[in-house]
């Protein structure tokens, strides 16, 4: 039981330092802002790269789009509590532009509801697992799905993308995955936020122009099946992370990122034009000694909702 109390006294005391923490959190964001960097314009000549909030990142090269868990929809957290079907916003799906390719790590809302309409609209494949398929049967695109095969390189455009067999943390108190196990909903009528099952979990290689990414949007890890090193740039998703034993050791010790870019870290239910803030106890602050904790050798950069690097030619 002592791990699921610390949790709770974890949140406990969050709850009553939550003002101080947020401004604690949003001073590290400023700190650990990309354009500090003195190495901020050190992506690939014409490569760009984009945070789209939670998990979300729009990659661009030579005029080719590739998003990974796109989500701007946002649905309000009462429609998660009230088991509400939430349409993707074809609103805010206009703001993104039409992707060579989709690629999803997990099934969750909020990172595969926009996925099908994105999909539709570009006539482009998305890349995942059977959940993701059934998830675009649903919507009567199953031509656009793509089960992916664990360590093959597939080749889309100007991109090299491997998938990397992962797992989710367990984000209930360290006990267990909310909404686990397959999408397997039989109707889009019946797609409430909670039927978005998790189904198999990815981790994402990229490869353009040079560089290498790493996208882990889960917070845990299947060690042995972690084979690339050396990656450039680790796109961590955070807000799982105190759930998974040593996981930055573990995933750390295996990937030798040169540089962390934290995600994952924003509340993902208010909309992308309201005031920024912080995902429920998320710990931004802590984060730098975390990683520093392994090694200060990693450099450490954060982006702003929707903001964009790179792209100097």
């Known amino acids: 039981m002592l791990g699921p109390l610390r949790h709770l006294a974890s949140l406990v005391a969050f709850a009553s330092q939550r ?18 960097s003195r190495r901020a314009a050190d992506l690939p000549a014409g490569l760009e790269l984009q945070w789209l ?23 309000p957290l009462d429609d998660l509590v009230r088991r509400r079907v939430v349409a993707a916003d074809r609103a805010r799906l206009a703001t993104l532009p039409d992707p060579l390719a989709i690629l999803v790590g997990h099934t969750h809302f909020d990172h595969a509801l926009d996925v099908p309409a994105l999909a539709a609209r570009a006539g482009c494949q998305a890349y995942g697992s059977a959940s993701l398929a059934r998830l675009l049967t649903l919507h009567g695109r199953p031509e656009l799905a793509v089960v992916v095969e664990p360590h093959r390189s597939y080749e889309i455009g100007p991109y090299t993308v491997t998938f990397v067999p992962s797992r989710h943390s367990k984000l209930a108190a360290g006990l267990w995955t909310p909404f ?52 450039d740039y680790l796109l961590a998703g955070i807000s799982g992370r105190r759930f998974t034993p040593r996981y930055w050791q573990r995933l750390l010790g295996r990937l030798e990122p040169r540089v962390v870019v934290p995600h994952h870290f924003d509340d993902f239910f208010r909309p992308l034009d309201a005031r920024f803030a ?12 975390e990683i520093g904790a392994v090694s200060r050798d990693f450099e450490i ?8 690097v790179g792209g100097n030619v």
């Open 19 to 36: 003002s101080a923490r947020g401004a604690a959190d949003a001073s590290t964001h400023a700190d650990l802002a990309w354009s500090r």
């Open 180 to 231: 686990d196990g397959e999408l397997t909903c039989d109707h889009t009528d019946h797609l409430t936020p909670q039927a978005y099952r998790c189904g198999q979990v990815w981790g994402i290689h990229v490869a353009v122009a040079g560089a290498t990414f790493y996208h882990h949007g889960s917070c845990d890890l299947v060690d042995d099946q972690v084979r690339h090193r050396g990656v």
């Open 301 to 308: 950069r954060a982006l702003a909702m929707g903001e964009t």
């Open 53 to 75: 909030g939670t998990a979300g990142f729009r990659f661009t090269y030579q005029g080719q789009h590739l998003l990974i868990d796109p989500y701007v929809t946002r649905l």
């Open 278 to 289: 912080y995902s429920l106890n998320v710990n931004l602050a802590g984060f730098p000694d």
